[in-house]
């Protein structure tokens, strides 16, 4: 079983496509999760006898109330039980693979305090194909994803309804059939599993590798068209294009002279209007194309570099 490894080097677009398009396992760093266990032992030390907000407080405008040490538990719980507030459609499976992915990435650099068991949960839901119920409407988005990542901790600590071979179940149910047991509440595990923005991050990749295939297509397309209406070939070659230096019109051009490499509708310029004397007025055969399959390098290029620098 192939395993892509979370926590050793930063997670890379490749490593993301793999484990959400082409379904890899994921398995835990141990020096990455050797970090998890050391934040979460520093914050159970250093919280004593200080106030520390979201731990010992109350949240948001609430903050100025101090809260007991028997309640800081049930704090969490009731954190997660009140965001879980979603409505209108649930969120593709597909995006809440990602932003689960997203949120274990983050909680894997070792800043947060978390108890590590909530890793080791949130990664086994993934490789389980447990996925929370999560709905498209609530989130806050300027103070986090708070409402979708409440539906994920909800999951967790085994409340709520998941997605399940194919079914919506009660996460008891699913967490029974795959011999897990729910998170239990140490210190801040409600705070740390929702405040962040993993949401926004996750469905904005799923949106980064539809554009990399659509801008694939797009180019595919485009050379096929060329070749319908036997175009020139100089409106996509390197000499003209390297003229403009910018990158994706570069990457375009190059990428349509890929595809069309050995094609036999395609001319050459020279072949036709240069190497031959031209005797009529009006030269039947178009000497330059139309703008729209012309400047497909300059269209497309710059949706490559936005593309590139997502």
């Known amino acids: ?9 930063p997670l890379s677009y490749n490593d993301c496509y793999e484990i959400l398009i082409n379904n890899k396992f994921i398995e835990l760093d141990d020096d990455a999760m050797a970090e998890v266990y050391k934040s979460h032992s520093f914050l159970k030390e250093f919280i004593k006898d200080k106030v520390i907000y979201g731990v010992n407080t109350g949240f948001g405008p609430m903050a100025q109330y101090k809260i007991n040490q028997e309640d800081q538990v049930q704090l969490q719980y009731n954190l997660i039980r ?4 979603g409505s209108g459609n649930q969120v593709a499976i597909l995006n809440i693979r990602a932003l689960m992915l997203a949120r274990l990435n983050t909680l894997l ?4 305090g978390i108890n590590p068991d909530a890793l080791i949960l949130l990664k086994e839901m993934i490789n389980r194909e447990i996925y929370p119920v999560i709905y498209e409407h609530g989130g806050l988005g300027a103070s986090g994803d708070l409402v979708q990542l409440a539906h994920v901790a909800l999951a967790l600590i085994g409340e709520g309804e998941v ?3 194919g079914y919506i179940a009660e996460t008891t149910v699913a967490f029974g059939s795959e011999d897990l047991k729910p998170l239990a509440i140490y210190i801040r595990e409600g705070l740390a599993l929702m405040n962040g923005t993993s949401a926004m991050c ?3 990749l799923v949106n980064l590798i539809h554009s990399k295939n659509l801008l694939k297509l797009s180019i595919a397309a485009t050379s096929m068209i060329v070749e319908l209406v036997e175009s020139y070939d100089d409106h996509y ?4 294009n390297s003229v403009k230096r910018h990158p994706g019109q570069n990457y375009v051009a190059n990428e349509m002279k890929l595809f069309l490499s050995g094609s036999r509708l395609i001319r050459k310029r020279e072949q036709y209007l240069y190497d031959k004397s031209v005797s009529e007025n009006i030269i039947n055969d178009k000497v330059q194309e139309n703008y729209s399959i012309r400047c497909v390098p300059q269209i497309l290029g ?3 570099d936005t593309i590139n620098y997502a």
Do not use: D, R, T
């Open 82 to 85: 009140s965001h879980c507030s």
């Open 302 to 304: 710059p949706v490559a």
């Open 109 to 112: 650099l070792g800043y947060s």
């Open 202 to 204: 996750g469905i904005g």
């Open 237 to 240: 070659s390197a000499e003209l």
């Open 163 to 165: 997605h399940y071979k």
């Open 1 to 9: 079983m192939e395993y892509i490894k979370l926590g050793n080097a």
